[in-house]
Nanobody
Framework: QPQLVESGGGLVQSGGSLRLSCEAS????????LGWFRQAPGKDRSFVAS????????LYSDSVKARFTISRDHAKNTMYLQMNRLTPEDTGVYYC????????????????WGQGTQVTVSS
């Protein structure tokens, strides 16, 4: 069945970097738009970045633009989120998601979700 599995989270100091991975299985990876979301403690899940099915277009939240880069490797059925210049405000559980449509920052537009990976940025 369709599945997304995140990895790469961990503890990092402010100013550091992490790369998250999201491995997809059970569906045609190249035909879906993918996205990253995060949820900080006590807050709603929020949009981070999205990449469309042919990688021609990406979308970022203002808070991560110029620091984070979303990409995907179709040969490995894997999406990535390179996170640089991390701050404590980036702390949260990061989720990858897939939708059968165009770019979207709307949580409800995504049909398939991973289980999440924890990112903690210390000050």
């Amino acid at each position: 069945q369709p599945q997304l599995v995140e990895s790469g989270g961990g503890l990092v100091q402010s100013g550091g970097s992490l790369r998250l991975s999201c491995e997809a299985s059970g569906f045609t990876f190249s035909t879906f738009t993918l996205g990253w979301f995060r949820q900080a403690p006590g807050k709603d899940r929020s949009f981070v970045a999205s990449i469309n099915r042919n990688d021609a277009n990406t979308l970022y939240s203002d808070s991560v633009k110029a620091r984070f880069t979303i990409s995907r490797d179709h040969a490995k059925n894997t999406m990535y989120l390179q996170m640089n210049r991390l701050t404590p405000e980036d702390t949260g559980v990061y989720y990858c998601a897939a939708r059968n449509g165009g770019l979207s920052s709307n949580t409800e537009a995504y049909d398939l979700w991973g289980q999440g990976t924890q990112v903690t940025v210390s000050s």
